[in-house]
Structure formats: structure tokens, C-alpha cells
């Protein structure tokens, strides 16, 4: 039925009749200059650097070219996951197509701070965040539910539209 490829291990999880008619690969948004500073980017609208999408493309080239590459390419709406989608997307015009419930969890206030600043100010909020993040939510942040509601709308959006 569906078959999800997790792209960091390789592995592959088929539906239950064992054919795998669409395969979804999720790919993270590349390198900021939030990310490469530490600090915790959550939803904010940042460009890749250069080393993102150098990652990305060789990420693209040792998981999904093997595949025939994508037929779809979907991505929230900030500029780094955009950019990262377009490199997945290759230079065929293929057009990515933005939905919005793909955007990043909120991180609230902890958006922006260095990650080493967040776990000293914030210590065991954080830990227990880090733990179990069904259960703490980021000061001024998103709940994790709310998050999960929405990416597995977007998901079963993106099944619906593939599902022949």
C-alpha cells in the first residue's frame, strides 16, 4: 500500500498488502545560519548556507537518485525548507508544491537563543521537553499535539493526492 523511507537509515516500511505503491521520503530542512550558530530555529525564515545544500545534494544523490528521483515534491513555506525542497526537486522544473502544515514546530520564545543558553536558563523545562516533548510545551511555543494534528494533515493530504 505505502511504503514511508526514513532517508538518514535507508530503511523501508511497506503497508500492509506488502506493495509499495507510493513511497514519501522526509527530508529536514538543510543548514541555516541559525543551525550552524547552535541556536534553535523552530518556524523562522532563513536561507540554507552553502554547506546545506551541498548537503543536501548529496543526500538527494545517495537516496533518491537511486529511486529515479522524486515524481512530487512538497515543503512548508520558509526559505530554507523551500530551498531544500528545490534542490530534491533537481533542475527538471519540477514545481514544489508549498503546503503549510509542514512548517516547523514553534519554539516560542526559545526561537533564535543559542541552544547551550536555553539549557542553562531554562534547564528543566527543557530537559523535560527534550524527554518527553508530548508533555512540555516551549514557553510561548506550539504543543507538540497541535503540531502532530497538523503535519499528519498534511500528509494525509499529500496521500490523497497520490493515492492512483
Same mark, same amino acid.
Given at each position: 500500500?505505502?511504503?514511508?523511507?526514513?532517508?538518514?537509515?535507508?530503511?523501508s516500511q511497506t503497508g500492509p498488502t506488502g506493495d509499495p505503491d507510493l513511497r514519501l521520503v522526509f527530508f529536514r530542512a538543510a543548514e541555516t545560519g541559525f543551525t550552524r550558530a547552535g541556536r534553535m530555529e523552530g518556524n523562522v525564515d532563513l536561507p540554507l548556507t552553502d554547506r546545506g545544500r551541498e548537503a543536501v545534494g548529496r543526500l538527494v544523490a545517495e537516496t533518491l537518485e537511486p529511486l529515479g528521483g522524486p515524481d512530487a515534491v512538497y515543503s512548508s513555506a520558509n526559505q530554507s525548507s523551500r530551498e531544500t525542497a528545490e534542490v530534491v526537486a533537481g533542475g527538471n522544473g519540477m514545481r514544489v508544491k508549498v503546503l503549510s502544515g509542514l512548517r +516547523?514546530?514553534? /519554539?516560542?520564545?526559545?526561537? +533564535?537563543?543559542? /541552544?547551550?543558553?536555553?539549557r542553562q536558563r531554562h534547564a528543566r523545562i527543557y530537559e523535560n521537553w527534550y524527554r518527553d516533548p508530548l508533555c512540555i510545551t516551549p514557553p510561548g511555543g506550539e504543543e507538540m499535539e497541535d503540531a502532530l494534528r497538523r503535519t499528519r494533515a498534511a500528509a494525509n493530504t499529500v496521500l490523497k493526492k497520490h493515492r492512483r
Open positions: 500500500m505505502n511504503s514511508i523511507s526514513d532517508s538518514t537509515t535507508g530503511e +516547523g514546530l514553534s /519554539l516560542g520564545l526559545w526561537e +533564535g537563543q543559542l /541552544l547551550a543558553d536555553v
